[in-house]
């Protein structure tokens, strides 16, 4: 096994949670892998907020589903 020593401020240090300092690499991928999909989200939110998807009503939104699924079905 081999070890790679990764230097991190304490403030991104505590931001990730990453415990006593000595973690698996497993571990930190999955601490990476979570801050992507953190941040896709907030982007995600801020797109629909723009276009204004956020305003959408669930009746709204299975509509849409519908008229994409119909439209697969038809073509």
Avoid: W
């Amino acid at each position: 096994m081999r070890t790679v020593q990764i230097k991190i401020s304490e403030t991104d240090f505590q931001k990730y949670n990453l415990g006593s300092g000595e973690m698996k690499f497993t571990d930190l991928v999955e601490v990476i892998k979570q801050e992507y999909a953190r941040q896709a989200l907030l982007e995600c939110n801020e797109i629909a907020d723009k276009v204004g998807l956020s305003k959408m009503t669930m009746d709204e939104i299975n509509a849409e589903i519908k008229a994409v699924r119909d439209a697969k079905t038809n073509s």
